[in-house]
C-alpha cells in the first residue's frame, strides 16, 4: 500500500518548533517510503483561525523545504462532504441529534462535578423518543459504543486501549453546521487515504473516539504515531522564551533552514551518534520506532552549534546574500566595501549565525568608534611614533596580505617590540575592537586606501 501521510495544522497560530517536527516527521516518513506527504488546514475554529496564520504555516514550511505532494486542502471548503457522512450516521442509527441547551449542558455539568464524577455529557437524547424543543438548532452526536473498548498500537507509545465507557458521545456538527475537529479530521484522513497519522501527544486521547466513528464507517484503520512534546531547557513547557517561537523568527535570527531541519530531526528522534546530517540522510535513516518515548528537551546551545557546523561549509556567495539585509539595517553601504563573500569567506568559522557574521562584518562598510577603554589601552603615545612609521610603509607596499604582514613584523623587529604590540593599535584604529581575524586578512581585504585614512584619522588624536 502507497504510504500517505499528512501534516493538519490549525491556522491559529504561527508554525512553531513543536508544529515543524511534526511536519518534519511526517514529511520524512513519506519520503523514505516512497510515499505522499499531503498539508490540510483544520481552519474549522471560526473564530481563531487567519489568513495570516495560514501564511505564516506556508511560509515556514517553504522555508524549511518541507514540500508537499498535495494540498493545502482546506475543511472549510469540504464542509458539504462532513454533511454528507454525518447524514450516513444519522441515516444507519449511528449517530443523533441533541437538542440540550448551553445552559442545560453546564447544569449537567455542575451536578456531575459536585456529586464528585467527571463531567460527561450523559446520552439524554441518544435514544429519546422526545418532541424537540422549539426554536433549538440542534448539533449531531455519534453514538459511541457503550461497551467494550478500544485498542489501538501507538507505533511510539505501543499498545493503548481505552474502556468505552470513558468515552462520551461526541458532537460531530455544531448547530451551525461546522464540524468538530474529531469529526473532520476522520472523514479527511479516511477520505485521503492516510496510511500514518504521526501527530503530537496531546491528541493520544482524541485517537480513540476517532477509532470509533471510522469504526462506524468500515473504514480502514490508519496507523497511529503520537509524538512526545518538546519541553523547554529548563524542563516546563516550551514557552516562548525558550524557544517555542514561529519558525520563521529562527529565519530572522540568522540561522539557516538546513540547521534547523537537521536540530529538529534530532529533538526526539536519533540515528546512533550523528548529530550534523542532510535531508538526504535523514530520509534514508528516519524511522518511527527511532523516536523517544519522553519528551525532548529544546537546547538552544546545540542549535547554535548546529547552525555553525552548516555555516563553516555554506557557499560563500549564498551567505553574503542572506547577511545584506542585516548589514543594511545597520547602516552599512555595501557597495562602498569590499566583495561581501570574501568577507563572509574570513569570518564565517567565528560565528554562530547569519546575525553574528554581519555583526562581525560592519566595520568593512564602515568605521566603527573604538570604546574609551580600547583607546585608552592601544591608542597610546608610545604606539603612535610605530603607527605613523607604519602608515608611511603602507602608502608604498604592494597591497597583499602576505606583504602587510611582512610590514608589521619589520616594524615590530625594527621598534624592538612583540607583533602584537602592533596588530592590537592597528585592530583598534582599524576595526574598532580586537577580536577580528588575522590583521592582515582584514587590512588586505579592506583596501589601502580605507585603511590609510583610518589610521590618520586615529594619528590625529592620538596626544604626542
Ligand atoms: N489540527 C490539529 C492541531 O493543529 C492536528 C490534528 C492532527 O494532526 O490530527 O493540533
Not at 281 to 288: A, P
Not at 372 to 383: D, W
Amino acid at each position: 500500500m502507497m504510504v500517505r501521510t499528512r501534516f493538519a495544522p490549525s491556522p491559529t497560530g504561527y508554525l512553531h518548533i513543536g508544529g515543524a517536527r511534526t511536519a518534519l516527521f511526517s514529511w520524512a516518513y513519506a519520503r523514505k517510503h516512497g510515499g505522499k506527504f499531503i498539508l490540510r488546514i483544520e481552519d474549522t475554529d471560526l473564530e481563531r483561525s487567519t489568513q495570516q496564520s495560514i501564511q505564516a504555516i506556508l511560509d515556514g514550511m517553504a522555508w524549511l523545504g518541507l514540500d508537499y505532494d498535495e494540498g493545502p486542502f482546506y475543511q472549510m471548503q469540504r464542509l458539504e462532504r462532513y454533511h454528507e457522512v454525518a447524514e450516513q450516521l444519522l441515516q444507519n442509527n449511528q449517530a443523533y441529534y441533541c437538542y440540550a441547551s448551553k445552559a442545560e449542558l453546564e447544569e449537567m455539568r455542575e451536578q456531575q462535578l459536585s456529586a464528585g464524577l467527571k463531567p460527561r455529557y450523559d446520552g439524554r437524547w441518544r435514544d429519546s423518543s422526545k418532541t424537540p424543543p422549539a426554536g433549538i438548532k440542534p448539533v449531531i452526536r455519534f453514538k459511541n459504543p457503550l461497551e467494550g473498548h478500544v485498542t489501538f498500537n501507538d507505533q511510539i507509545k505501543g499498545r493503548i486501549t481505552v474502556a468505552n465507557n470513558e468515552l462520551d458521545d461526541l458532537v460531530l456538527l455544531r448547530s451551525d453546521g461546522v464540524p468538530t475537529y474529531n469529526f473532520s479530521v476522520v472523514i479527511d484522513d479516511l477520505d485521503m487515504n492516510i496510511t500514518q497519522v504521526i501527530r503530537g501527544d496531546d491528541h493520544v486521547n482524541n485517537t480513540p473516539r476517532q477509532i470509533n466513528i471510522l469504526k462506524a464507517l468500515n473504514a480502514p484503520l490508519p496507523e497511529y504515531a503520537h509524538v512526545p512534546m518538546i519541553l523547554g531547557a529548563n524542563g516546563e513547557r516550551l514557552s516562548k522564551r525558550h524557544g517555542a517561537v514561529s519558525v520563521i523568527q529562527y529565519r530572522e535570527d540568522g540561522y539557516l533552514p538546513e540547521a534547523l531541519l537537521n536540530y529538529l530531526a534530532r529533538l526526539g528522534w536519533s540515528h546512533g551518534d550523528e548529530e550534523i546530517f542532510c535531508r538526504e540522510q535523514l530520509v534514508e535513516w528516519f524511522d518511527l520506532t527511532a523516536i523517544n518515548r519522553s519528551p525532548a528537551k529544546f537546547n538552544p546551545e546545540k542549535l547554535h552549534w548546529i547552525n555553525q557546523q552548516y555555516l563553516k561549509t555554506a557557499d560563500n556567495d549564498r551567505l553574503a546574500e542572506l547577511t545584506v539585509s542585516f548589514l543594511t539595517k545597520d547602516n552599512c553601504q555595501i557597495d562602498q566595501g569590499p566583495d561581501l563573500a570574501l568577507v563572509v569567506d574570513l569570518l564565517k568559522e567565528r560565528v554562530n549565525t547569519i546575525e553574528e557574521l554581519a555583526d562581525a562584518a560592519v566595520y568593512f562598510y564602515r568605521p566603527l568608534e573604538p570604546s574609551n577603554e580600547l583607546k585608552e589601552q592601544h591608542l597610546t603615545a608610545e604606539a603612535k611614533p610605530i603607527m605613523s612609521g607604519l602608515l608611511e610603509k603602507f602608502n608604498q607596499i604592494e597591497w597583499t596580505r602576505e606583504v602587510i604582514h611582512q610590514e608589521i613584523k619589520s616594524i615590530a623587529k625594527a621598534y624592538d617590540v612583540k607583533f602584537p604590540k602592533i596588530a592590537m593599535p592597528l585592530r583598534v584604529m582599524v576595526t574598532g575592537e580586537i577580536h577580528t581575524p588575522s590583521i592582515d586578512a582584514v587590512l588586505a581585504l579592506l583596501g589601502r586606501e580605507e585603511t590609510l585614512a583610518r589610521i590618520n584619522n586615529h594619528l590625529s588624536n592620538i596626544p604626542d
